[in-house]
């Protein structure tokens, strides 16, 4: 069985999306305007982002985060 860091290292957007099963991956894809197809392409290991693209995927992720933290409902 693979380890998990070399894992992560050969597919880190898989690796993203099967530790936080709850991301939507149409939707993040849609609002980073990346092609859906794409995207899942990433995911599923048929497609590679570039290192840039992997950079611009963890700095909406992080974007989005910090949002999330700063939310409040009451």
Known sequence: MMGDEFF???NPVRW???QFPELNASQIAKAMGIN??????YINGS???????????????HKLAKELSETRLL
């Open 16 to 18: 993203l999306f099967e």
């Open 36 to 41: 859906e197809t794409l995207f899942r392409n």
């Open 47 to 61: 497609k590679r982002p570039s290192a840039e693209r992997i950079l611009d995927i963890e700095n909406f992720l």
């Open 8 to 10: 992560k290292k050969e």
